[in-house]
């Protein structure tokens, strides 16, 4: 896995895409994809390791809630359709021209990223419609919307041309923007087309950051592209950034993530914190941004692709894969064969990726099967150990009881030393007594081995019995190219609650089995009003805690793992615990290694 993914840091292209909204009177949000080198994803999965477990952590409740939206999906698109029906239906009795003009302008609106082939039904209309009206200004608008669809569907040349049969002298200064914006998203899908050319080629990329700054130095501040233009500007100028930083994260914490433009100002975030080094809210704020474009079903999607790579760095193969095969479905969908083919590069990588995770989970299936082998074997030595030791006990107790019938003799044949003799019996008394303790003792020993060697089998068998039967499933789904079900089989929960129910029950069974006044000597050590209370035979998450400790273990960590709790529970129980002791902390968990002793 790690070759495969370092196969994809050095082949796998990062691409940006600038989002954007649109309203009446102003032309459609240009979407810009800056194409980068795989060096870049390299440097990224390198930075990303270092820090994989804090920012999976602080992030997981963002990711949790993109998943849920995601899966949801269907519900988006069925509001987005319902939208675009309520506007059709709203315009079926306009006649004017001006009337159809602002009608299919609302659809084109809705249309743009959603569906091009329809949108370039409503450019063509308008464009008709502003030629019959001889209005110059809107003619040139909607050429470069038409400019926009062209490029979508990868009608380059088509788009290219489209623009230079507009004369930028004509037009007013919010359309200068918007033609110098299209331009550079037009260049920046050139420059994906040519992504491995030839020496000497035009770098495509640089061209389409050039038009970006025009875009910005022609845009007014009252437009709403503003700030998302003002913002690329700053890309790659990380020394410059913070003032629109602090701009666009107000934007961000005061919207409801369900517009283009939350959109586009979440993604603009995530570029600039990404030149500042700042992996986890380069995250952050693609998931932000992600959740919003789910929900207004927009199809020109690049807050997920990226998240994807991101996601690959970080060993997430599975959510990888989710996001890689929603943003393809929906590139498809639009459809931009251009996006489309450069995911479907990203969504190889990815599924090699979730086969060579399969081939793990199998090989460690395997060495879990032989390391259970290997434990049950051990535990069969260790029971013949005991049972051989059991038999030399008795034959000492028979051994014992020979020499007792022996001393009586002795008494009888010695009663003329009565002083010695009854000093002697004394002694025989005393040693009899002692040895009488001692084979309660060993009865009693051998009692709790003999139930902890059976309760310790049925355990064994019944995991080796759900592990075989985990193992055929996985086989068979395997077998049968059930990937899809085999990757719900794995994500199931490892331990269930019943399992962790039972298991406790078993270590609480088996402890006080050796320890029947644990929880008495316990509560000894705790202040009169601090006393446990737990049901005879049952202990609590405190009791089990110190119940290891009083066997031994001390590290949290460990004892976490043995409960199949977290760290920072066992923690927090031990700390309060030590809370309520009648004695010194420091001293607390030495006294509990000492009950019973």
């Known amino acids: 896995m790690t070759e495969l993914l370092t196969i994809f840091a050095t082949q796998s292209p990062i691409r940006t895409k600038l989002k954007s909204n649109t309203r009446p009177h102003t032309l459609h949000s240009i979407t810009i994809i800056t194409d980068m080198r795989f060096v870049f994803l390299l440097t990224a999965i390198i930075a990303f390791s270092t820090r994989l477990n804090a920012l999976e952590t602080e992030l997981q409740p963002l990711y949790q809630r993109l998943d849920s939206i995601l899966a949801n999906h269907n519900y988006f698109h069925q509001l987005k359709e319902a939208k675009i029906n309520d506007i059709k239906r709203a315009g079926k009795n306009m006649i004017s021209p001006e009337e159809r003009f602002w009608h299919n302008r609302r659809l084109y609106d809705e249309y743009f990223v959603f569906n091009a082939d329809s949108a370039m039904r409503y450019v063509d209309e308008n464009l008709a419609l502003a030629r019959m009206m001889k209005d110059n200004t809107r003619v040139n ?49 050139l420059g994906q087309l040519s992504e491995y050319r030839k020496e000497g080629t035009e770098n495509y990329s640089e061209r389409s950051q050039q038009y970006e700054d025009s875009t910005f130095l022609n845009i007014t501040p009252d437009s709403p592209l503003y700030l998302w233009h003002k913002a690329s500007s700053k890309f790659g100028k990380p020394d410059e950034s913070d003032e629109v930083i602090k701009e666009l994260t107000a934007a961000v914490e005061r919207s409801s993530l369900d517009t283009r433009f939350d959109a586009m100002h979440a993604y603009a975030l995530s570029r600039l914190y990404s030149d500042k080094g700042d992996i986890t809210n380069r995250a952050r704020y693609l998931i932000l941004s992600g959740i919003a474009d789910i929900k207004i079903d927009n199809r020109d999607i690049a807050s997920l692709e990226e998240l994807s790579s991101i996601l690959l760095g970080q060993g997430d193969i599975d959510r990888a894969y989710n996001y890689i095969t929603y943003c393809k479905r929906q590139a498809l969908a639009l459809p931009n064969y251009v996006r489309a083919a450069s995911i479907a590069k990203t969504e190889a990588f990815v599924h090699q990726l979730y086969v060579e995770k ?59 030393a009565r002083e010695q003799q009854q000093q002697t019996l004394d002694e025989l008394k005393c040693a009899n007594d002692h040895i009488g303790d001692i084979n309660r003792t060993l009865k009693e020993a051998n009692y709790i081995k003999e139930e902890c060697i059976g309760a310790t089998f049925a355990l064994c068998s019944t995991y080796i019995d759900k592990l075989d039967a985990f193992h055929k499933t996985v086989s068979r789904m395997a077998r049968a190219n059930m990937w899809n079900e085999l990757r719900l089989e794995v994500a199931n929960p490892a331990v269930s609650t019943e399992d962790l129910k039972q298991f406790y029950k078993s270590f609480d069974s088996l402890f006080l089995s050796i320890y029947p006044d644990f929880v008495k000597d316990f509560n000894s050590l705790l202040r009169p009003d601090e006393q446990i209370s737990v049901k005879p035979g049952e202990l609590n998450t405190e009791l089990r805690i110190y119940a290891l400790v009083r066997l031994g ?45």
């Not at 535990?379 to 051994?399: D, F, G, T």
């Open 358 to 416: 399969l081939k793990a989970a199998g090989e460690r299936l395997r060495m879990s099967a032989i390391v259970l082998c290997a434990a049950l074997g051990l535990l069969i030595i260790l029971s013949l150990i005991i049972i051989n030791r059991s038999y030399k006990l008795a034959r000492s107790r028979r051994e014992l009881q020979a020499v007792n019938s022996k001393l009586s003799d002795n008494i009888t044949e010695l009663s003329a």
């Open 553 to 597: 273990i001390a590290d949290s960590i460990k004892i976490a793992s043995l409960l199949h709790c977290s760290p920072q529970t066992v923690y927090n129980n031990r700390l309060r615990t030590r809370n309520k002791a009648a004695m010194p902390k420091d001293t607390f968990d030495e006294a509990v290694k000492s009950l019973g002793k």
């Open 141 to 189: 608008e909607w050429k470069i919307n038409r400019s926009f669809i062209l490029s979508v569907m990868g009608q380059l040349k088509d788009a290219n041309d489209e623009l230079s049969s507009i004369n930028l002298d004509e037009l007013p200064k919010e359309h200068i923007s918007s033609y110098y914006s299209q331009k550079s998203y037009l260049y920046s899908h």
